[in-house]
């Protein structure tokens, strides 16, 4: 099981002031919008982030020198574990 977590998206619905960094002049901010759901596209991300955690602890359990050298180690840990 893992547990995500993310941030709200920003959104701007009024704009605050801030400076022209160009002309140095006092302006409103962009108004920003921002998407009415997050959850499809953070999926894809943690689903993503997950595998490399996962590549991440196998390698470092298993090694990582070579395919050959891995699937050797695996053997090996499935020989002590009785598998």
Not at 56 to 62: G, H, I, L
Not at 64 to 73: G, K, L, P, S, Y
């Amino acid at each position: 099981m893992a547990r995500i977590a993310m941030k709200p998206i920003p959104t701007l619905t009024r704009p605050l002031p801030t400076v022209d960094l160009v002309t140095g002049e006092p302006c409103d901010a962009a108004h920003e919008r921002s998407d009415t759901c997050a959850v499809p596209a953070a999926g894809v991300v943690a689903e993503a982030e997950m595998a490399l955690v996962l590549a991440d602890a196998y390698t470092r359990m298993f090694g990582d020198a070579c395919v050959e050298d891995i699937r050797a180690a695996v053997d090996r840990y499935k020989a002590r574990i009785g598998r």
